[in-house]
């Protein structure tokens, strides 16, 4: 049958005189020319053969020059490459790396070993055991790399290597005692000759610390160091404990605590004090009549020097602007606050605006705008008290009435603030006022009758208002204050504005020789030598029948018969009275009857 198929350490036969146990193919020379697995073709004086090349975990049978993979079962070696993890096989050398077939010397040495005078491999001294550790390494040194490497002084440690402490093997130590460590890394704690961890942790918290040591609240990485506790404003680790600065002697006890915070005699444990600033600067930890006046841990002060944005505790519950409690609630609140549904709340306006947002019960006092409190409302109030309804000066027992009103205002059946009638307005005139009355007072009072009216004052006329009108009917005034005179439904004045004539008086009425501003003009006459107000006409004495011509003319003046208007007397007027009332002037046949500047009459006339 075929080599290949055959059984195990059956054999090949490849010529007539040798049987080839391990060969599976002979090949064209009579000799073997592949072997079976777990068998190397080799060489031989005789031609090529099968040589063992397989491992167990019981035995090795490599060939030279092959190694052992770490393989569970039956499996073939593997040609040393020098970077194998295992021994190469090299005839009688031990710990090669790689083998020399012709020398049967090793061409290399397993890592940690080097040759000596006999070209063997022995193993080095202070070098990283094949398991990468420190057992090979001299005290107060640690490996820090593979296998072979030379170990490091144990002041280059990287966490959790371990250092070689006369044999021990002691994790993260820096400097040895004998077989004990006395100097750690930062984050550890020296703890009867070993190193403890002492870091904030991958939470980064105190909780991960040793005992009376505490994480820096700046601390960002997990090998950031736990810190003694000494004079720090965080928790210590205490145990389970809260509120300690530092540790105790014993288990589980505080020596100090943190500022609000008192020891318990009995217990040793930090307890809250009372009657302190909470943990947010405020005052519901107080006693009820107390309030938090600085930040946590000061003492509670009493309300009564309470100052405005501040809470005062009254029975657990806290307000604001409160100064006085009652039980558990607030009695009196801070000037400027009122007490409303039992808080208290804000009653400011701007002086001299609306009360509107005034409390009720409250108004906005007189000013120019100002920021200022409402004041509480009272008979003498000058101004409209906040009562949820208009125009009240005090405020009703039942909601949105008034108790009294405010000038010019009465209360009508509903307890309303309704206007007065016949008063003067908010600008103190007239225009509330009744027909023929008048304000000669301000706003709210009563209107008086327009026959009191003064110059100037108005009468109210049917919805109008008459200036210097003393009796007025359906909006037309009927009779002027005296000095007045009626004229389109006005009353005009009938004074003289200066003493050189008479343009303010009235037609028919002329300023007497020296008379002031404001004198009252008076009816024309011959008997005053002034000049009369004409309608246009000048240098009249006394107004004619017709509007604008004269009747008499002032001395030095003479009428015209034609225009009826009186003309300057010159040296050439002629036939005309003289200045003695005399006829020198008068034409022949003409006498003088009258005065200065009259015309001449004819002599015939004299009986």
Do not use: W
Not at 54 to 73: A, H, I, K, L
Request: charged letters at 15%.
């Amino acid at each position: 049958m075929p080599c290949e198929t055959m059984k195990q350490h059956g054999g090949c036969h490849c010529n007539s005189t040798r049987k080839m146990f391990e060969c599976m193919i002979c090949g064209p020379n009579l000799d073997c020319a592949v072997c079976k697995f777990g068998f190397l073709l080799v060489s031989l004086s005789i031609g090529k053969d099968c040589a063992a090349n397989y491992c167990t975990e019981d035995e090795t049978q490599c060939s030279n020059g092959y190694y052992c993979p770490e393989v569970r079962g039956t499996t073939e070696c593997l040609k040393c490459s020098g970077t194998q993890p295992a021994p190469c096989k090299c005839f009688y050398m031990q710990n090669c790396l790689t083998c020399n077939l012709d020398s049967k010397m090793c061409d290399l040495c397993l890592p940690g070993f080097v040759k000596n005078r006999e070209n063997q491999c022995v193993a080095k001294t202070n070098v990283c055991s094949p398991q990468q550790n420190s057992d090979n390494c001299d005290s107060g040194f640690v490996c820090l790399g593979k296998a072979g490497d030379d170990c490091k002084n144990c002041q280059y440690l990287t966490i959790d290597k371990q250092c070689n402490c006369d044999g021990n093997l002691i994790e993260n130590c820096l400097k040895c005692n004998g077989k004990l460590c006395r100097q750690c890394p930062i984050g550890f704690l020296l703890v009867s000759g070993e190193c403890i961890p002492n870091r904030c942790g991958e939470t980064i918290s105190t909780q991960n610390c040793l005992s009376d040591y505490y994480c820096p609240k700046e601390s960002t990485q997990i090998a950031s160091p736990c810190l003694k506790c000494d004079t720090q404003q965080q928790e210590c680790k205490c145990g389970n404990l809260q509120h300690c600065q530092t540790c105790g002697s014993a288990v589980d006890t505080c020596s100090k605590c943190f500022y609000g915070y008192e020891k318990s005699p009995s217990t040793q444990h930090c307890q809250l004090k009372t009657n302190i600033c909470d943990y947010a600067n405020g005052s519901t930890i107080c006693f009820s009549g107390n309030y938090c006046k600085d930040s946590f841990g000061d003492p509670c002060v009493s309300c009564t020097n309470l100052t405005e944005g501040q809470k005062c505790n009254c029975g657990g519950k806290v307000f604001l602007q409160c100064l006085e409690c009652s039980t558990n609630s607030c009695a009196k609140c801070l000037y400027g606050y009122f007490l409303f549904n039992g808080n208290c709340v804000e009653n400011i306006c701007f002086s001299g605006g609306s009360s509107n947002s005034c409390l009720v019960g409250t108004y906005c006092p007189p000013g120019s705008g100002e920021k200022v409190n409402c004041i509480e409302c009272s008979a003498s109030s000058p101004d409209i008290c906040s009562c949820g309804a208009n125009n009240c000066q005090t405020c009703g027992s039942i909601q949105n009435t008034c108790g009294s009103c405010i000038i010019g205002y009465q209360l009508d059946k509903d307890n309303q603030c309704t206007l007065k009638p016949n008063i003067c307005d908010t600008n103190n005139r007239s225009s509330l006022c009744n027909d023929n009355y008048y304000c000669k007072s301000t706003f709210g009072n009563s209107c008086s009758s327009c026959g009191q009216i003064q110059q100037g004052e108005r009468c109210r006329c049917d919805g109008s208002e008459i200036a210097n009108c003393i009796v007025c009917s359906q909006q037309k005034c009927q009779q002027c204050l005296s000095g007045f005179k009626l004229y389109e439904n006005t009353c005009v004045t009938n004074m003289c504005d200066d003493a050189a004539g008479p343009s303010k008086c009235f037609i028919g009425f002329q300023c007497p020789p020296g008379s002031l501003p404001g004198t009252q003009c008076q009816e024309c006459s011959v008997n005053i030598n002034s000049q009369c107000q004409c309608d246009g006409a000048q240098n009249c004495h006394t107004c004619g029948e017709i509007d604008g011509t004269c009747k008499d003319c002032l001395y030095g003046y003479k009428m015209n018969e034609n225009t009826l208007q009186c003309e300057k007397i010159t040296d050439s007027t002629k036939n005309i009275c003289d200045d003695k009332n005399m006829s020198s002037r008068c034409d022949s046949q003409q006498f003088c009857i009258g005065s200065y500047g009259d015309s001449c009459l004819s002599c015939s006339m004299i009986s």
